[in-house]
């Protein structure tokens, strides 16, 4: 059985290295997992003025999400936080209130940055506001690389066999959770309006 995952990449510049750990992670990524990106870079600012009559940029966003049967970030960290391009999508696919598109969505966090910490405080950032949107989250094992432009090829090819495993892995953990999630969704979370009919 094959699995939808919707993967957001956090920066919008070209020659992102988080857009080429994202291409790493889905050659290493099982058979029965299935990526689509989710773009971020057409966005307006989002405002609630606009949840009366979303513009086609963040319907096409939450059509996006709730066709995906996981979410994967894959994320720079920004001034100790989150990229402001993705927030504003993780904005506008939260709204309006009560159709929140990510609730019960299993998701993953990952990031690299070219520092140590490689992205840790972005990621801690991120599960405050997924928990609050009742997103479930992969916790172990965590995934914070320090990228090094010798391993990573622009394709997605990882040199170093040490690196390459353990972004298999984490992918594998990635694919049993989303499964797991899956099999135990239950109706009912923060901003429906009629909990037994969102399932």
């Known amino acids: 059985m094959a699995f939808s995952i919707g993967y957001f990449v956090g920066s919008l510049a070209t020659g992102s290295i988080n857009r080429t750990l994202s291409k790493a992670l889905i050659r290493l990524a099982p058979d029965e997992l299935e990526f689509t990106e989710i773009p971020i870079g057409n966005l307006p600012l989002y405002s609630s003025d606009y949840d009366a009559d979303f513009p086609a940029e963040g319907r096409a966003l939450k059509e996006a999400i ?36 990510f609730a019960r969505k299993p998701t993953g966090i990952i990031g690299a940055s070219p520092g140590g910490i490689g992205t840790a405080v972005m990621q801690s950032s991120m599960r405050s506001v997924l928990s609050f949107l009742d997103a479930p989250q992969l916790n172990a094992p965590e995934a914070y690389i320090t990228f090094k432009p010798e ?49």
């Open 66 to 101: 709730e066709a995906s049967d996981g979410i994967l970030l894959v994320s720079p960290e920004y001034n100790r936080s989150i990229p402001g391009a993705l927030k504003n999508a993780i904005d506008w696919g939260s709204r309006p209130w009560g159709a929140n598109s």
């Open 151 to 199: 391993v990573f090829g622009d394709d997605g090819e990882v040199s170093d066999d040490s690196t390459a495993q353990f972004l298999r892995h984490y992918m594998e953990e990635y694919s049993a959770f989303v499964q797991r999630v899956l099999a135990v969704t239950a109706p009912g979370h923060i901003g429906d309006n009629d909990p037994s009919s969102r399932k």
